[in-house]
């Protein structure tokens, strides 16, 4: 009899931890969508659950990408480290290398292009890519990050370097074009697709660049502050694009890209202080240019 009471007593234990990990959960997900990051990683610290992992890697990398990380490079080891733990739990799950690619470009971008080589970083984050691709071929991110590596190395090099790591132009508007053919509403994929783009140097980026940026600028309301910063920056990127021209757009967008656009200015503001241009209606009142500007 006292062995079936301390099955029940251990039972409910359980019962108990997966309450308040499920409880945790929630909770850091709110915050994460508020852009409360600081405390959506405490919330779900003590959690091992492959959901807590993700979601504290994933507010770990957009604390990291908005330039508000207090130690930028520890948070990267913390941000992999979490990564490897959530697929030793899910091997087949995105989310993880998703994070591993954003990792291994945050290290590519504050360091040379021969340590990158060196170091093998291009080929590392190609094939996580070519891995998500594979396992979630309907995932608008899938896209959206591959679009990126291309993008990336071809902001930091020029076409023929980028050539000899397989990155090129071509492949990364491609990308965007399914990004955004599976997600043309989501500020958060229309705006990364639209920096990264034009943040590229290819002239011929230009125009499906502003595209993307006009579909970021005029995406509905939604709840992540995320998405919602992506689109008040698309819209100041087009603003700055209609009245000063490519150069200046385009030095803002790799401003906003490495996260140094508005960092200083905005360090002291808490979340509930950021833009959230998304809530309002059209403010610029900007529409896209008709015709197809990318590729389907």
């Given at each position: ?22 409880t945790?959960?929630?909770l850091a ?52 480290t ?22 291994i ?30 396992l ?12 990126n ?6 902001r ?13 132009s ?24 639209g920096?990264?783009?034009l943040?590229?140097?290819p002239?011929?980026?230009?125009a ?12 509905p309301?939604?709840?992540?502050i995320?998405a ?32 140094r ?13 950021w ?6 209606s059209?403010p610029?009142?900007i ?10």
């Amino acid at each position: 009899m006292r062995g079936f009471w301390l099955l029940i007593l251990y039972l409910s234990m359980g019962s108990g931890r997966a309450m308040a990990d499920a409880t945790a959960i929630e909770l850091a997900q709110s915050a994460y969508l508020s852009g409360q990051y600081e405390h959506s990683i405490e919330l779900v610290a003590a959690c091992a659950e492959f959901e807590c992992l993700v979601l504290q890697a994933e507010a770990r990398l957009a604390r990291y990408s908005l330039g508000r990380s207090p130690n930028p490079m520890p948070e990267l080891d913390q941000i992999e480290t979490l990564a490897h733990q959530a697929l030793a739990l899910r091997d087949q799950a995105t989310k993880p290398r998703l994070a591993l690619v954003a990792v291994i470009g945050y290290r590519a971008r504050n360091r040379s292009l021969f340590t990158g080589l060196r170091k093998g970083w291009a080929g590392q984050g190609r094939k996580l890519i070519d891995k998500i691709l594979v396992l979630a071929p309907e995932d608008p991110w899938s896209y959206a990050i591959s679009a990126n590596w291309h993008l990336e190395i071809l902001r930091r090099t020029s076409t023929r370097r980028a050539r000899f790591v397989g990155a090129s132009s071509a492949q990364g508007l491609a990308d965007c074009a399914k990004a955004l053919a599976l997600a043309p509403t989501d500020a958060a994929i229309t705006g990364q697709c639209g920096l990264a783009l034009l943040a590229a140097r290819p002239k011929e980026l230009e125009a499906p660049a502003i595209h993307a940026l006009q579909l970021a600028a005029i995406a509905p309301a939604g709840g992540d502050i995320f998405a919602c910063l992506r689109q008040d920056q698309a819209a100041r990127v087009l603003l700055v694009h209609g009245q000063k021209g490519v150069k200046p757009a385009r030095r803002l967008a790799v401003a906003i890209l490495l996260g140094r656009e508005g960092a200083k200015r905005d360090k002291a503001k808490p979340a509930t202080d950021w833009p959230r241009q998304c809530e309002q209606s059209n403010p610029l009142e900007i529409a896209p240019e008709p015709g197809p500007d990318i590729p389907g």
